[in-house]
């Protein structure tokens, strides 16, 4: 069983940046995919990016395309979500969840989950 705590989230202007972190323990696989998503009051949890827990491919969608960026450190097992040039539409919870799945993008591929970080984002 995996387990994740996120850290790292905050108040910040627009145009700042903010870095979130995920803790991750347990027994993880070296096929897994580590993903961040994050969900808006009143809104769908939605996919952000995502990081073979085995190497370093990442991939993200268009809408943080560029402004956000994941990385890892293996030795301690930490997962992180670089933000930049944050906008008030960032404004979310956000998750960090483990997948076995291939190309996990769906919040339904993701097997276990954190307890969510909130980040607001003002004007």
């Known amino acids: 069983q995996v387990q994740l705590v996120e850290s790292g989230g905050g108040l910040v202007q627009a145009g700042g940046s903010l870095r979130l972190s995920c803790a991750v323990s347990?027994?993880?696989?070296?096929?897994?995919?580590m993903g961040w998503f994050r969900q808006a009051p009143g809104k769908e949890r939605t996919f952000v990016g995502g990081?073979?827990?085995?190497?370093?491919?990442?991939y993200y969608a268009n809408s943080v395309k560029g402004r956000f960026t994941i990385s890892k450190d293996d030795i301690k097992n930490m997962v992180y979500l670089q933000m930049n040039s944050l906008k008030p539409d960032d404004t979310a919870v956000y998750y960090c969840?483990?997948?076995?799945?291939?190309?996990?993008?769906?919040?339904?591929?993701?097997?276990?989950w954190g307890q969510g970080t909130q980040v607001t984002v003002s004007s």
């Open positions: 969840a483990a997948s076995p799945v291939y190309y996990p993008i769906r919040s339904s591929d993701y097997t276990n």
């Open positions: 347990g027994r993880t696989f070296s096929s897994y995919v």
């Open positions: 990081i073979r827990w085995s190497g370093t491919t990442t």
